[in-house]
């Protein structure tokens, strides 16, 4: 039986994807993690989410490929606003192609996780990804 | 196709076509060479022949100028014997001008004498002027007829012999035949017999007595002299036939010729004929006309002589024009012909050599498949049809290719569509089955059949995953990408997915991971999970009990992956098949194994796509060992710089997030 590291108790994220079950199954996750989980599912909408207020979310998760908004230009509208350019955006991919990590984390993703989802690793790829910084060390207590 | 041709197809089979033209050339040169050479031989021959007759005339000519003299002479000797004493001067003018005649003759005698083969004979000739001359002053009118016939014939038989020598008496042609006849036989005869009768008929006049012997003598002479006349007029009437322009030429001066030497018996007759009574005084007279009057006619006859040996002269020379001209024709038309021949030939030999060319490159492009081969031909021979035949195949051929291109295009599309479409609501079950059993809220009848339900989801997804993989593999389609990679962390977590799936066959799975190894390496983490998850799987699969060894080590600077399992092993000789689409080592449908053997074979291929190796150690019951060796690839990339980074590429991405290489989400 696999737990399920309650890292984020009391963290509130925002996950944005337009496929229902994929949202579904990462906010459930988030959830056992102990996360208060907001879902999006247009950029547009998670947009205004951040922009309502901007110190809300520990990090974000969002989707790359959706129709109106994607997530390179949520990411772009995230990094333009100076109250809300430090919160840690962590892309979900479906494919990864040559180049595809290095130019995301140069645009200004903190990093990357591919779909689909495995929900016995989600959690924690997502702790080993956000213990880089400084401000969530706390997390390696977790694992 | 008969056969007695087949030789000559098989030759040209291996013929080369420049070797080709060139027999076929040579097999025409040769008769026509052989031809040609020949006729060059018979008209060179003609030439020859024909200038070999004119030196004869060249050589006649001053002979019977000399045969004139000599003639003269004898009647002068005779009248001068008759009692013509004024006739010294004239013998001794007539014997200057032999003199002189001879260093003539001896000119061209020194230049076609031996040609002509006459030198001995005309030495002889000399030889009798000179006794001839010492011993005029002591003749007798008899002696001195006597001698000088002897002379006269000499000269005569020289001349026949310069004709005959000369090719003269062999020429081919009727009027030129009859014309030398008349200028080597019967003229000079009818002349000798004028002179004779000439000079008899002044001896006549001399003696005074006119005996019965002398008449008969003299009719006799003119019977000759007439006959050899009539034969030789007979002769021109022979030539006149054949040619009638000699005719105008030459009948009306022949005609008058035949009266002029007439007139010398004529003349002989009324002078001599008469009772011999006249006194000597007027016997001197009668003597020396009778002299001049037959001289001129005789002087007459000569010029005559000689117009005809011109009209001869010009037939050969036109004969000779003829054969030269004959020959450039023939010489002008083969250079000609040999030109053209070439010409054609050269164009021939280039035109087949385009349309090869042609074909050559033609193929060319549809073997390296850069367009249909498409000829463009200035040709319209059969060559050119079969290349035009080719061109259509060419055509199909590509019709057929970009056909094939386009249905494996269609597959792949097909493929990619379906396995997204497959894989998206699998992935929704997977979540959703492993949420149920993250819950806790279920008893353990439903969480056991909630996890056989994710195994089975599961192992379909990795059974899509795997044929499109080897699907994508095959077409090129799959691409490796390298990123950092930290090898710790992705082994710790496979060992962690795989422990569980050890666990399930009461097996041990064991994980080293080598000191020595790099903490960060470029290497595809995917793919790398790939092969660790496919080999131990496998490995799995096959073993009934005990410890499975999956070892990541550093090797120089190649990154080694190792799994080793206790299991059933492989023989030897199904070794090199393991790692072929679909390949089990028990086909049979009762097999106790399951899957569809896809996992070595993606295995070895992605090991392949990542310029590594794979070796496969296996013994029958003790089991097996795979180990795969690739480039280590360190990292270039430095994390402390992501920031400044991210800010310098941000507005660059942000404008072409639209590329092809945007992940599709």
């Known amino acids: ?143 | 196709m008969p056969r007695f041709i087949s030789p000559a197809i098989i030759l040209m089979n291996r013929l080369k076509y420049l070797q080709k033209f060139l027999l076929i050339s040579v097999l025409f040169a040769i008769p026509l060479t052989t031809v040609l050479t020949q006729y060059l031989v018979n008209v060179e021959h003609d030439i020859n022949f024909s200038a070999k007759e004119r030196l004869g005339v060249v050589y006649n000519a001053p002979l019977v100028e000399l045969f004139k003299l000599v003639g003269k002479h004898t009647a002068a000797v005779s009248a001068f014997l008759s009692g013509g004493q004024t006739f010294e001067t004239e013998i001794q003018s007539i014997q200057a001008a032999i003199d002189t005649q001879i260093e003539v003759v001896n000119k061209v005698n020194d230049s076609l004498g031996s040609v002509l083969a006459v030198s001995e004979a005309w030495g002889e000739v000399k030889t009798q002027w000179a006794a001839l001359r010492e011993m005029t002053p002591s003749l007798t009118p008899v002696t001195n007829i006597e001698t000088h016939s002897a002379l006269s014939s000499k000269i005569q038989s020289l001349i026949t012999q310069v004709g005959n020598n000369s090719n003269l008496i062999l020429d081919p042609d009727i009027d030129t035949y009859y014309l030398m006849s008349s200028v080597i036989t019967t003229l000079p005869s009818a002349l000798n017999y004028f002179s004779q009768l000439q000079s008899n008929g002044i001896a006549a006049l001399g003696n005074d007595t006119f005996s019965a012997s002398d008449e008969t003598r003299l009719v006799i002479l003119s019977q000759l002299a007439q006959s050899n006349l009539d034969l030789n007029q007979r002769n021109y009437e022979y030539a006149y036939d054949y040619n009638p322009t000699l005719r105008t030429q030459l009948a009306d001066s022949s005609n008058r010729n035949a009266q002029v030497l007439t007139s010398i018996i004529d003349s002989l007759n009324s002078t001599i004929m008469k009772p011999a009574d006249a006194e000597s005084s007027t016997k001197t007279e009668t003597i020396k006309s009778y002299y001049t009057q037959t001289s001129q006619a005789l002087d007459a006859s000569y010029d005559f002589y000689n117009q005809v040996t011109a009209a001869m002269d010009n037939l050969l020379q036109v004969r000779i024009n003829g054969f030269v001209q004959g020959r450039t024709v023939i010489l002008v038309i083969a250079a000609l012909a040999l030109a053209a021949t070439i010409y054609v030939f050269a164009g021939f030999y280039l035109s087949v050599k385009g349309t090869i060319a042609a074909l050559a490159q033609a193929a060319e492009r549809i073997v390296n498949q850069r367009g249909t081969g498409d000829l463009v031909l200035e040709s319209r021979d059969e060559l050119a049809q079969a290349a035009i035949a080719f061109n259509n195949v060419a055509k199909g051929l590509d019709l057929a290719r970009r056909e094939s291109v386009e249905a494996v295009r269609m597959k792949d599309l097909f493929l990619a569509t379906m396995s997204h479409e497959l894989r998206t609501p699998l992935n929704a079950m997977i979540g959703f089955l492993h949420l149920m059993i993250f819950s806790g809220q279920m008893d353990a009848d439903n969480t056991h059949m909630a996890e056989r339900a994710l195994a089975n989801t599961q192992r379909l997804l990795s059974l899509i995953n795997n044929i499109l993989d080897l699907s994508r593999i095959a077409t090129g389609g799959l691409e490796i990408v390298p990123s950092t990679m930290e090898i710790r962390y992705v082994a710790a977590s496979l060992y962690g997915d795989l422990k569980l799936l050890a666990q399930e066959k009461s097996l041990r799975l064991e994980l080293d991971v080598d000191q020595t190894l790099p903490e960060k390496m470029n290497q595809d983490e995917s793919r790398i999970s790939q092969i660790v998850t496919n080999l131990v799987t496998n490995a799995i699969k096959f073993t009934e009990s005990g410890a499975i060894n999956m070892v990541f080590k550093r090797r120089d600077e190649r990154f080694i992956i190792q799994v080793a399992d206790p299991g059933i092993g492989i023989p030897q000789s199904k070794q090199h098949l393991i790692f072929d689409d679909f390949f089990q080592v028990d086909s049979t449908s009762t097999r106790s194994h399951q899957g569809a053997g896809l996992g070595l074979a993606i295995v070895k291929r992605l090991v392949l796509l990542m310029n590594g190796t794979i070796n496969l150690t296996s013994e029958v019951g003790k089991g097996s060992t795979f180990t795969i060796e690739l480039p280590l690839n360190l990292p270039s990339y430095n994390p402390g710089d992501r920031r400044k980074q991210a800010e310098h590429v941000f507005a660059k991405s942000m404008s072409s997030q639209s590329d092809q290489s945007v992940p599709v989400a």
């Open chain 1, 1 to 143: 039986m696999i737990s399920i590291p309650r890292a984020f108790v009391d963290w509130e994220v925002l996950v944005v994807d337009d496929e229902r079950d994929n949202l579904e199954i990462a906010r459930r996750l988030l959830v056992m993690a102990g996360a208060k989980v907001t879902t999006s599912s247009t950029g547009k909408d998670a947009l205004e989410q951040i922009k309502s207020n901007p110190t809300r979310y520990k990090f974000i998760l969002s989707d790359l490929s959706m129709p109106e908004m994607d997530g390179w230009e949520l990411l772009y509208e995230i990094k333009q606003e100076p109250r809300t350019q430090d919160i840690p955006v962590i892309a979900l991919t479906a494919h990864a192609m040559i180049g595809d990590r290095e130019r995301g984390i140069a645009a200004g993703f903190h990093n990357y996780i591919t779909k689909p989802l495995d929900p016995t690793k989600f959690i924690r790829q997502l702790i080993n990804l956000l213990k880089d910084l400084p401000e969530y060390a706390s997390l390696l207590d977790a694992v």
